[in-house]
């Protein structure tokens, strides 16, 4: 009942900025899922991360610092207090929806390596950048539809594993930059983070953020949505400040695996633990 309190709540604040149900979305079949779709599939995400930690806090189990990967940055937001409900959740909607603008213009694929080892392939196929280090070895090129492409056959004839994400869109790349200004604009209108009342540590920096002047503004958000997602050195910031037990809420532990292997790479003991 907590969870689905949430979710409804969750639904009716986006559905006045976005005109369709978030409740409706989740809970379609999978033949007429539409989550395919970023802008269906972003507010879809965050209303979910917000309705987890609404159970877990219920649970007696709180944060005592967050960190979010891409859209999941939007959620963490509102778990370190730094946006209302209403503004987390209109901030999903118009972000979804102006990132669909990128839809058919390029690819993602994630690699088995170091970011400083996968670096001198990219010399070597314009068009491509580094959209995500999740952990020492788990890198992900975001970039051109005949780059990725590329990009994978030089990798395999290396004897390199790779793999193309299931996306028809190379978010945090170059690829995005045209709407960067458009998404700040919007942003604008509303936007006004607050000082975190817990501990929140940026992807876009990999630092710990406590500025709002700068951090989580309408411009940071247009930088984000652009910028490699540092994950690796936001996992190492909390395991160097000897955070040990991490709980991952998403639809789905992407994540846990990439915690884990940067915790063993830093010699840190550390739990994983995740919802879905």
């Not at 409900?85 to 994630?110: F, H, N, P, Q, Y």
């Not at 959209?131 to 090129?141: D, I, K, M, Q, R």
Request: charged share 20%; glycine share 6%; proline share 5%.
């Amino acid at each position: 009942p907590t969870f689905k309190k949430s979710v409804e709540e969750c639904s009716a604040l986006a559905k006045k900025h976005s005109g369709w149900s978030i409740e409706e979305e989740l809970l379609r079949d999978e033949k007429n899922s539409k989550l395919a779709d970023t802008a269906i599939a972003q507010p879809c995400i965050v209303a979910l991360q917000i309705s987890l930690l609404a159970l877990f806090n219920h649970w007696g189990v709180s944060p005592s610092a967050v960190v979010g990967h891409s859209i999941g940055e939007v959620s963490a937001c509102y778990a370190a207090g730094v946006f209302s409900l209403e503004d987390t959740l209109r901030l999903a909607v118009v972000r979804g929806r102006i990132m669909k603008k990128a839809t058919g213009l390029g690819k993602m694929a994630s690699v088995s390596l170091p970011e400083q080892d996968l670096l001198p392939y990219l010399a070597d196929h314009p068009g491509l950048t580094v959209g995500a280090t999740n952990a020492p070895s788990a890198t992900v090129v975001s970039g051109t539809k005949d780059g990725v492409e590329k990009l994978l056959a030089s990798l395999s004839s290396k004897g390199v594993q790779a793999k193309e994400l299931k996306v028809d869109y190379a978010f945090h790349s170059e690829q995005v930059a045209p709407f960067m200004h458009e998404l700040e604009k919007e942003l604008s209108a509303f936007l006004s983070p607050k000082a975190p009342s817990t501990r929140i540590i940026s992807t876009l920096t990999g630092k710990e953020e406590k500025d709002v002047s700068t951090s989580f503004s309408p411009a940071y958000w247009a930088k984000q949505m652009r910028g490699s997602v540092r994950f690796l050195d936001a996992t190492k910031t909390l395991l160097a400040s000897d955070y040990d037990l991490f709980l991952e809420l998403s639809p789905h532990p992407v994540l846990a695996a990439a915690i884990d292997e940067t915790a063993s790479n830093e010699k840190k003991q550390a739990s994983v633990v995740y919802s879905l």
